[in-house]
């Protein structure tokens, strides 16, 4: 597609892919130049603040991405374990089967670890506290759902990591098939 004809929204896509391939620091602005097609001076116009500004609008991106489509999966009035499979599935959805890497990893590296931390802690541990409520609605006691939660959220970033470092999605889709009992016990999938 033409660069004159992208919108805001297509030149945060093509920002955010090139983020998720060479991290934060390695997505130099002459790199992010390329991703998009725009010239440095137009990355300034869109993002006055630069490299910062790109990355705070592909977590922005994400989050509504996020938001819209798979934590929304965990907010029906369904039974936990098809929640937790709606979950899964959107997680592979946009995980690319386990081989595309978690911004949220990338982003905690080098120099975007200090710029973006408390932001992507506070991310996390929503993502915990709406998994724990779905085991504590499940049964789960409180303490034994937050513990679990955590795990869960562990069991998908570690897929993820060994997944790409054996070039197999393998990993990350035995995770996903097994998600619902990592968070609610295997007796209460079956």
Not at 21 to 26: F, I, L, M
Not at 27 to 44: H, I, K, N, P, V
Not at 104 to 116: C, K, P, Q, R
Not at 118 to 136: D, F, I, K
Request: proline share 3%; hydrophobic share 45%.
């Amino acid at each position: 597609m033409p660069v004159a004809t992208l919108t805001r929204d297509q030149v945060i896509d093509r920002i955010l892919a090139a983020f998720r391939r060479y991290g934060y620091e390695g997505s130099s602005l002459s790199r992010l130049s390329e991703a998009t097609g725009l010239g440095r001076s137009s990355l300034y116009h869109y993002f006055p603040n630069g490299k910062e500004d790109m990355a705070s609008a592909a977590m922005g991106a994400v989050g509504a991405w996020f938001t819209q489509h798979v934590l929304s999966t965990l907010n029906s009035r369904e039974v936990s374990a098809i929640r937790l499979q709606r979950f899964a599935g959107k997680l592979t959805e946009y995980y690319a089967n386990g081989m595309a890497p978690c911004l949220m990893d990338v982003f905690t590296i080098g120099e975007a670890g200090s710029l973006f931390q408390q932001h992507l802690g506070a991310r996390m541990r929503a993502l915990m506290a709406l998994l724990a409520e779905v085991a504590e609605e499940a049964g789960v006691d409180k303490v034994e759902a937050a513990v679990r939660a955590e795990n869960a959220v562990v069991a998908i970033q570690g897929s993820l990591i060994v997944s790409r470092a054996l070039d197999s999605n393998g990993p990350f889709l035995r995770m996903i098939e097994n998600f619902p009992a990592i968070l609610l016990g295997p007796q209460a999938v079956e």
